[in-house]
């Protein structure tokens, strides 16, 4: 079947140990870990059985609901339990295809940063050579990366306007709907909903401890946009932060650009006019 086997006839599970043991013993001792190791580590776990599989399961689960677990090991937890939800989901074989595809478009993406980097590097080199500011060609041009990172802006900035202008509605209807009145429950349990209530600079002024118990289960893939653009927005501080903008980030990279967002016919136009105010850059500090 699927999970006969411990799926180590690669070493699979011994690379996948010793990356998991390095990951957990540094966050453990409050230091985050190594991007390379996080890598090696996801990697290997595409290719454990389903049986191993479901015990890290446990094991994370168990480790993130542990009260003794520091701040950053129980953000690794969850971090890894998201990864290994979405992997079983999928047959072995295919989870495997997946992570090697992914190796290879990520090492092409490496290679090409690493080549657009040297050629920028030459340019200016050339620049200064010749005295001249580098008006010829390729200086207009812009990266896939710069692209795609513009467009994931744009998408989570058009979520926070829709998410925020659907959960004042809900909040203040006196006659709610099903659905308004199902999201106004999600908004009393779900400290990270009530965030996008908040203006910017209340959510910057939150003590870093807030954000300490947050994390990205139970939110919806619009509302994953919405919470990482007010977050950023208001350029939250903070190992808590930063560690739940980590999550979230890593969340919406894996998200298609059209988020699904809440109907229109559950958002007032007085909301909607409010949410556009509200997307708005905030304005230059006084002089």
């Known amino acids: 079947g699927d999970g006969d086997g411990d799926g180590d006839g690669d070493g699979s599970v011994r690379s ?3 990356c998991a043991g390095e990951v957990d013993e540094a966050a453990r001792a409050g230091a985050a870990p190594p991007a390379r190791v996080l890598a090696e580590r996801d990697y290997a776990l595409a290719f454990l059985s ?35 939800g979405e992997l079983l989901d999928k047959p072995r074989a295919r989870r495997i295809a997946f992570a ?9 993406k490496a290679q090409a940063k690493t080549a657009e980097s040297q050629a920028k590097e030459a340019a200016v080199c050339n ?54 009145a199902a999201l106004v429950r999600r908004l009393r349990s779900s400290a990270e909903l009530r965030l996008l209530l908040l203006e910017a600079d209340e959510v910057r002024r939150m003590p870093p401890s807030s954000f300490a118990a947050m994390g990205t289960n139970g939110l919806k893939a619009a509302e994953t946009r919405a919470l990482l653009h007010m977050l950023q927005r208001a350029r939250v501080s903070g190992a808590p932060a930063a560690r739940l903008v980590q999550a979230l980030g890593v969340k919406v990279e894996a998200l298609p650009l059209e988020a699904e967002l809440p109907a229109e016919g559950h958002i007032k136009a007085s909301e909607v006019n409010m949410s556009k105010e509200r997307c708005l850059p905030p304005p230059p500090p006084a002089p």
Not at 61 to 84: C, D, F, N, T
Not at 160 to 168: E, P
């Open 50 to 84: 389903d049986e191993l599989l479901r015990a890290e399961y446990e094991r994370y689960a168990q480790l993130y609901l542990e009260k003794e677990s520091p701040a950053l090991l129980r953000g690794v937890s969850e971090m890894a339990l998201i990864k290994i």
């Open 127 to 180: 620049g200064r050579g010749s005295g001249s500011k580098g008006s010829g060609g390729g200086g207009g041009s812009v990266s896939e990366e710069a692209r795609t990172k513009q467009a994931q802006g744009v998408a989570n900035e058009k979520a926070f306007c829709a998410v925020s202008a659907a959960l004042r509605a809900a909040n203040t209807s006196t006659r709610p709907s099903v659905e308004e």
């Open 16 to 18: 996948y140990r010793r």
């Open 100 to 108: 090697q595809r992914k190796r290879e478009d990520d090492a092409r």
